[in-house]
């Protein structure tokens, strides 16, 4: 190893460190690691408190929808797409008025071959 004749001299070298700046460069290293580590936990500690704040509010807008009459449960068709349809839990036919559905479109033979 070579003489320590200081950090910067020795490390401009680039070659033949003393023991001095190779014990520092590894505690630098070491620290750079270290901070890098901290900084993703704080961002990813502040990016999970915004998420969370965002959350309750939307948990709250979601709440009031409910409270106001006009949330939106969606059924599940058990049966092929057409103007009647089946839906989970009823045993009666509903009438199906989605945009692509109401005229029959989904089932038609014409449509199907394109």
Same mark, same amino acid.
């Given at each position: 190893m070579a003489e320590h004749v200081g950090v910067s001299a020795c490390v401009s070298v680039m070659a033949d460190r003393c023991s001095?700046?190779?014990?520092?460069?590894?505690?630098?290293?070491?620290?750079?690691s270290l901070w890098s580590r901290i900084a993703a936990d704080i961002t990813r500690m502040s990016h999970t408190?915004?998420?969370?704040?965002?959350r309750d509010?939307?948990?709250?807008?979601?709440q009031s929808i409910r409270?106001?009459? /006009?949330?939106?449960?969606?059924r =599940?068709? %058990? /049966?092929?797409?057409?103007?009647? =349809?089946? %839906?989970?839990?009823?045993?009666e036919p509903v009438l199906n008025f989605c945009a692509n559905n109401?005229?029959?479109?989904?089932?038609?033979?014409?449509c199907k071959v394109l």
């Open positions: 001095v700046c190779v014990e520092a460069l590894t505690l630098r290293a070491a620290a750079v408190a915004a998420q969370a704040a965002m509010i939307l948990d709250c807008e979601l409270e106001g009459g /006009t949330w939106k449960t969606e =599940i068709i %058990v /049966t092929s797409q057409g103007p009647s =349809i089946r %839906v989970h839990g009823r045993h109401y005229l029959g479109l989904s089932v038609s033979i014409c």
